[in-house]
């Protein structure tokens, strides 16, 4: 005879990313259909790190910018947190987008006026933080990627790879709970992408984020816990 089960007072934390038979469809020039994503369903529980790899228009930007909220399926659900995309407004999803999710480009998406402490601060400050509470951060991150020395330089004086380790800063500083990067290292030599991907790993670790990051490198995807590949919209987990 089944038992109902035991409870015990606490109950687990929804997973950070889950897909539901996704599909995103874009309509082709000729009038058809293009399926950029085909009936992709997973479960990232909260913690892990998940490279995707894939050829060129295999889907891989187009399933982050839907994890991300960025962009609407055509078919099926994505939750994050537990919080249903489809149900929420643009709004709320802008605003659950700004809590929960941390989002590294591959062109970094600095603002070119701004110096690096500035660009770090940027999501802080948008939140309405308390100033002495953002520059602590600010300098606590900057210092974790070694470029303290740089906080006043203008952000174009920077190279890519350290652009990318201020992107990163930018990306954890309100701690999301999933981060989101889409070849955060397709810009970079083969030197400098092995020591981004590292740092992004380690800080996302340390601050108990999940990860998912697209990249082209096997090398580099194998440092993650799990390796999915898409193969046309499809997903293979
Ligand atoms: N806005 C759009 N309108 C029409 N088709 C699109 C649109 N965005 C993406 N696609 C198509 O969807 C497919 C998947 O594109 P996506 O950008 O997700 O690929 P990708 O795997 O990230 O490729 P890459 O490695 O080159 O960045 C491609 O065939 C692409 O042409
Ligand atoms: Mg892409």
């Not at 006043?152 to 190279?159: E, F, G, H, R, Y």
């Not at 070849?183 to 970079?188: C, K, W």
């Given at each position: 005879m089944p038992h109902d089960p035991i409870p015990t007072g606490k109950s687990d934390p929804p997973s950070s990313l889950v897909f539901r038979q996704v599909s995103k469809v874009y309509d082709d020039s000729l009038g058809g259909n293009r399926f950029a994503l085909r009936d992709v369903s997973f479960d990232v529980p909260t913690g892990s790190r998940v490279a995707i790899v894939g050829r060129s228009g295999s889907g891989k930007s187009t399933l982050l910018h839907l994890a991300a909220g960025i962009d609407v399926p055509t078919g099926g659900e994505v939750l994050i947190g537990g919080h249903?995309?489809?149900?929420?407004?643009e709004r709320s999803r802008t605003l659950l987008r700004r809590e929960q999710i941390g989002l590294i480009f591959q062109f970094f998406?600095?603002?070119?006026?701004?110096?690096v402490q500035d660009n770090v601060a940027l999501p802080e400050l948008i939140a309405g933080q308390e100033m002495s509470e953002i520059t602590r951060r600010v300098s606590q991150l900057l210092e974790r990627v070694g470029l303290q020395d740089r906080s006043?330089?203008?952000?174009?004086?920077?190279?890519g790879g350290e652009m990318q380790r201020v992107a990163i800063c930018r990306a954890l500083i309100r701690k999301p709970p999933l981060l989101l990067a889409d070849?955060?290292?397709?810009?970079?030599d083969d030197a400098n992408s092995r020591l981004v991907m590292e740092m992004m790993l380690k800080m996302a670790a340390e601050q108990e984020s999940t990860l998912i990051y697209v990249t082209h490198s096997g090398e580099l995807a194998d440092l993650a816990d799990q390796v999915w590949s898409l193969h046309s919209g499809i997903l293979e987990t």
């Open positions: 249903n995309l489809g149900t929420l407004s998406h600095l603002l070119p006026h701004l110096s006043q330089d203008n952000i174009q004086k920077l190279s070849e955060p290292t397709g810009n970079l």
